[in-house]
């Protein structure tokens, strides 16, 4: 059975009981900071879960596209070397918001496994929470699995939770015996053995946990399964490694021509590469483009321990994006998106990998170099933040290549070493200001920072706070027109006149939500009384509004003619220049730029009247 027909029947067999079919969330989490990626078919109904919001359907079917790259679930190291983990795979799931619970939940799943699906009851095993008896009842009453096949584990195994705090609840997990000789099966192997898979998830969230530890009932009980398609494709194919079903066949079959090394000599490299590609396609699509940062840095990590893995065995051509056709053959009929965004997909694997095999060679003389140069067991912090920020070498690659010589790497190490990296940069590319220690002169109390410059350049402004020394003089005030630097845009310059004095602002800084004019004694060498007269240069205000108006017009062009995929991520805006950062996967073209200069020019000369209300 293909897996693509077991992954319709689930779908079928659960709308049968009266389920809404519901497609898998995109892997970039909406509105969900504690994320890089959805790892789990419930995070798409979080805000049900917490009451935030309305169930559209009480019953609800889905398969969720996961990547597990980071943070608490972080199998990367796994995939490849077992058979069963994986950086992306898709959990299959049936949801009740409400309605039914524990038996319907428990009913159907033996109805699925056993009659539909033919699997050998004798094979099963369930497993509840310690003081779950309702669940441990249900299993004898609502099927007939074998009384001694329904154990039960405590928290660790059998208890689902979302964080520290809130919704939570006991689980249900069924177990199949993969071994050969089912008279040999113990209850002991279960959780404990790698014979027995663990094929289904049923977890009943009926609590609610409280800051203080202990759990309240809550009002409404809900169902929510994960079962991963891709062990239950195993076990329904016969098969003993995840790597060995269609999902993954087809693809190293490809690899086997394109590396010229056979599946069954390298097993590793080709489960690492066809599980790699296909997290690639799916986030990639999903508009993940590799980079230094959050989930582009997890993309750049798995592209680059991929093209590694083909190095490995020979292959100095990039490649990887020439398996990308075959993913999308067979993941597209559930997930249409891979055909929509395959040339891009495609484009931008290649791109990156040509980027990473310039450095690739001299890396890894590198890495020979600092194994030669080894008198113990581990590779310093300093020489693996050296392969990363020379070579462009992931820490995780790194300590890859160190585990196949019996090596570790100093991790700790190497996070301080990037950690400094990090504070350099920082107080390199950015003013700064340290007012945490300034003894401050208070004029007036009472709310500062008013920010009156959206319509305003000047406004007569009452003194709260200021400070002096070496002739710098920093100044707050209840209201203000100066824009303080932020998101890119510099800070406004002007001056603030008052009894006798004039200070010149050369630059407005924000440090939570005061404004802080920077400036210097222009008249006078004092501040007297409470009042002044605040005044933004207009003229370069009205230089860095243009610009700043630019890095808009210049977005939609890059948009236009690069690709939708185009995000900004950094600027600069200056009265004499802009600079826009942006992700884009190859360097821009003679020809694309004169297309973005066309457009930008053609929006110019429209004079179009901005409205900013």
Sequence with gaps: MKTSEIRNQFFDFFTDKGHTYVRSAPLVPKDDPTLL?????????????????????????????????????????????????????????????????????????????????????????????????????LWKKVTNIAPDRVLRFGKKDNFWEMGDTGPCGPCSEIHYYVGENPSKQSADGINSSDQYWELWNLVFIQNNRLPDGTLEELPKKHVDTGAGLERIAAVLQGKTSNYDTDLFQSIIKVQEKKLGVKYKDDLVGHRAIADHVRMLSFSIADGVLPSNEGRGYVARRILRRAARFGHCMGREEPFLSSLVGTVVELMSEEFPELVEKQTHIEKVIEAE?????????????????????????????????????????????????????????????????????????????????????????????????????????????????????????????????????????????????????????????????????????????????????????????????????????????????????????????????????????????????????????????????????
Excluded at 109 to 137: H, M
Excluded at 518 to 524: H, L, M, Q, R
Excluded at 532 to 553: C, P, S, W, Y
């Design 353 to 613: 990998e040509i980027g990473f095999s310039e450095t690739l060679d001299r890396g890894l003389e590198q890495f020979g170099n600092i194994v030669n140069d080894l008198s113990g067991k581990t590779i310093s912090g300093k020489e693996a933040f050296k392969l990363y920020d020379t070579f462009g070498f992931p820490v995780d690659l790194t300590v890859q290549m160190a585990r196949e010589k019996g090596l570790s790497v100093d991790i700790e190490g190497f996070d301080k070493a990037m950690g400094e990296q990090r504070t350099k940069a920082r107080s390199e590319g950015k003013f700064n200001l340290d007012v945490s220690h300034k003894e401050w002169t208070t004029i007036t109390k009472g709310d500062d920072s008013e920010f009156l410059g959206y319509n305003d350049l000047s406004s007569e402004s009452t003194i709260r706070r200021y400070h002096c020394t070496n002739g710098t003089v920093l100044m707050i005030l209840d209201q203000t027109p100066f824009y303080g630097e932020q998101g890119g845009q510099v800070g406004d310059t002007g001056s603030l006149t008052g009894d006798g004095f004039t200070i010149r602002v050369t630059n407005t800084v924000i440090d939570g939500d005061s404004h802080i004019h920077v400036g210097e004694y222009a008249e006078g060498d004092s501040i007297n009384g409470e009042t002044v007269t605040a005044q933004v240069d207009n003229v370069r205000r009205e230089n860095i509004k243009k610009n700043h108006t630019a890095t808009h017009l210049l977005h939609k062009a890059l948009k236009k003619v690069l690709g939708d995929h185009v995000q900004q991520a950094g600027s600069l805006v200056h009265p004499d220049y802009l600079r826009f950062d942006l992700t884009h996967y190859q360097k821009i073209t003679p020809e694309e730029l004169r297309k973005i200069e066309a457009i930008i020019n053609s929006e110019i000369l429209k004079n179009t009247v901005l409205d900013i209300s």
């Design 37 to 137: 990626f959805i790892n789990a078919g419930m995070n798409q109904f979080k805000n049900i879960f917490l009451e935030k919001e309305k169930p559209k359907h009480l019953r609800v079917v889905n398969s969720q596209k996961c990547i597990r790259v980071s943070g608490k679930h972080n199998d990367l190291e796994e995939v490849g070397i077992d058979t069963f983990h994986h950086t992306f795979f898709e959990m299959l799931g049936n949801w009740s918001f409400g309605d039914y619970y524990k038996a319907e939940a428990i009913q159907w799943a033996w109805e699925l496994f056993t009659e539909v699906w033919g699997l050998e009851k004798d094979r099963l095993w369930a497993t509840v929470y310690k003081d779950d008896d309702e669940a441990d009842e």
